[in-house]
């Protein structure tokens, strides 16, 4: 497993905005191109007034800001980055209450930010194929009782539903229901043909055999958990990480917006072997096309 990143490493990297803005370019477009415009192939200069590069024969302005999570962002850019930074050194996420006091701006911006780079995590997750041993589980997020009271018969609770192979990746969807319409077309879509599935004695996945896996399950209300090596605590010790850290980062999460949390948790879940590489994917940007 590889360290972290330091924060004396990120500061001595990205010290300011301008060296920021240089990272990005260079990201996005590299030291030299063809102009979209003139068609020349050359250099594009620093553009002082304004967050931009201008081509070297014509002067045509490169934004490589459009097309990321800073695009029509007020906000310093070594902030943006440095927000980053964080959401890659926690295991429990980052509040917007959190964003807030660190940089002494608005509630508003600080949410904004967050929402942003979750959805940009979510952009770089991927989403299998998975094979081999996939343990397959639901949970319910959210809602509560009268009283404050939380539970599983709760009202207004979002069916969570989550797919991992065994030491490797999980995905996480947010589904409608826990039908064996709805559950067996997720494992349709995200796991190969032929992988054993592991699961619990739900009677929605029953019929995995008829559409071509090897199904193993465990009777938890047995008090059963681990059955000649089938069980799916693994995807259950996601969830557990999933709801303690919004109760205690975020407190409360609505449907609307639960798919962004489910894609950050996921994404660093699924880097959680390389911490140090965690931040440096989020500052990897694709080519502009």
């Not at 800001?65 to 980053?84: I, K």
């Amino acid at each position: 497993m590889t360290k972290p990143i330091t924060m004396q490493e990120f500061f001595a990297q990205f010290p300011d905005d301008d060296t920021c803005l240089d990272h990005l370019m260079a990201q996005r477009y590299g030291k030299a191109f063809e102009c979209p415009k003139c068609r020349r192939f050359g250099r594009f200069y620093r553009f002082a007034a304004e967050k931009a590069y201008a081509c070297q024969w014509c002067g045509h302005h490169v934004h490589p800001m459009v097309g990321t999570p800073f695009e029509a962002s007020h906000t310093s850019l070594q902030r943006w980055y440095y927000a980053m930074y964080l959401f890659s050194m926690t295991r429990h996420g980052v509040s917007a209450k959190e964003l807030q006091r660190q940089f002494g701006c608005s509630y508003k911006t600080a949410w904004r930010m967050g929402h942003e780079i979750r959805k940009y995590m979510g952009q770089l997750d991927g989403q299998g194929p998975l094979d081999g041993d996939v343990e397959a589980d639901e949970t319910y997020v959210g809602g509560r009782r009268k009283g404050g009271k939380r539970g599983r018969g709760a009202p207004g609770k979002t069916v969570v539903f989550a797919m991992q192979e065994r030491d490797g990746e999980i995905i996480t969807k947010v589904v409608p229901d826990v039908k064996k319409a709805t559950l067996t077309n997720e494992i349709e879509t995200h796991v190969t043909k032929g992988t054993t599935v592991h699961t619990d004695e739900l009677q929605s996945y029953n019929g995995l055999r008829e559409k071509g896996y090897t199904h193993k399950r465990v009777q938890h209300s047995a008090g059963e958990y681990v059955k000649d090596g089938s069980h799916v605590n693994a995807v259950e010790g996601f969830f557990s990480i999933l709801k303690r850290s919004i109760r205690s980062t975020h407190i409360w999460v609505s449907q609307r917006h639960l798919p962004k949390y489910l894609a950050e948790f996921e994404w660093r879940h699924n880097l959680r072997k390389e911490p140090r590489r965690m931040f440096l994917q989020l500052v990897t940007f694709p080519r502009a096309s």
